[in-house]
């Protein structure tokens, strides 16, 4: 039993420091940070007092309570995709209100009789 605590501990402070790391290189932004240290630091509070998972488990009336960091990874699991769905289609909404107002530009500049310079080509965006 212990080495199952010593290495969720270990899991859990090497997850931190993989998310500082990541946060420190600029590869993962405030509130997904806090996500994934709020994740680690689950971990390896459970892996220092697995105590806990029984206590939860009774509390909560599940009997078998090894199985509640699964049930709760699960929830948590689909409550993150839920968000990221969320998000990409509040961006993809944006970007569909963004080509519009550029058409509408692009149509209201030819109307003008002016033209676009050459650096805004839809080649050069890419």
């Known amino acids: 039993m212990l080495t199952g605590q010593i290495t969720s501990a270990i899991l859990g402070a090497a997850i931190a420091g993989a998310i500082l790391f990541l946060v420190r ?7 997904y940070a806090l996500w ?4 680690a ?25 090894p199985v509640l960091p699964i049930i709760v990874a699960v ?9 990221l769905d969320i ?3 509040r961006q993809e909404r944006q970007l569909r ?10 149509q209201e ?5 002016g033209s676009l310079p050459a650096a805004s080509s ?3 965006l890419d």
């Open 25 to 31: 290189r600029d590869h993962l932004h405030g509130p």
């Open 36 to 39: 994934w240290l709020g994740v």
């Open 41 to 65: 630091a689950a971990t390896f509070v459970l892996g220092v007092f697995p105590q806990v998972v029984v206590w939860m488990g009774n509390v909560t009336g599940i009997f078998y309570p």
């Open 75 to 83: 929830a948590l699991i689909l409550i993150r995709l839920l968000k």
């Open 87 to 89: 998000d990409r289609s």
């Open 97 to 106: 209100r963004l080509t519009q107002k550029l058409a509408i530009l692009e």
């Open 109 to 113: 500049l030819d109307r003008l009789g």
């Open 122 to 124: 839809d080649d050069e």
